[in-house]
């Protein structure tokens, strides 16, 4: 992957999110409220790099993954460092986040909008994005949206293939136990 060499991407690239001083880094932070490990963290934070780059310097507007969407929530939180320091001084212009208003309109807009975002992620970077962190647009609108955020600690969480075999198990053993009767 070949990076942009201009100052934009510099000085995007040479941002550090939050104090950093910090016990609970903006990495770690984004990795413990996402479920994520310490590497993965890593790597979307430089993917929210990447979509603000484009986000600055694309002719249109771009729309993040799902992984990048929660990181820039995550800086937005962190208001100081980025209305005082990454809009202004970083980026040197407002990145405004615009939530979808609904329905289906704005579904099919985000769509090609995102679409569109992973073209020009490749055009510009010169690979096409990390499925990982950027999935298809597809995945992305018609997957992903049904996805919750869950607490671990509120219940017990079994996989669906777990959760088949474990069904599958009681029929079984349902059937048996009417034979052996």
Known sequence: MS?????????IADHHIGPSDASLT?????????????????????????????AVTAQSDVTPSDAV???????LTYSR???????PQVLRADLHHGPTSGGP??????????????????AVF???PPPAIWPSAQRR??????GVRVNFSDGIFV???????????AVMGGWLAGRIM
Request: aromatic share 16%.
């Open 69 to 75: 969407d929660q990181a820039w929530h995550l800086h």
């Open 105 to 122: 309109v704005e579904r099919t807009r985000y769509y090609r909008q995102y679409a569109d975002t992973l073209a020009a992620y490749e």
């Open 81 to 87: 460092d980025y209305w005082q320091l990454f809009c």
């Open 159 to 169: 996989s669906r293939r777990v959760a088949l075999a474990l069904g599958l198990l």
């Open 26 to 54: 903006f990495a770690a932070r984004l990795a413990r409220e996402n479920c994520w490990d310490a590497a993965h963290a890593e790597a979307v934070i430089g993917e929210y790099k990447r979509f603000c780059y484009l």
């Open 3 to 11: 990076l942009p060499r201009d100052e934009l991407w510099q000085r």
């Open 141 to 146: 609108f018609s997957v992903d949206p049904r």
């Open 126 to 128: 010169g690979a096409p």
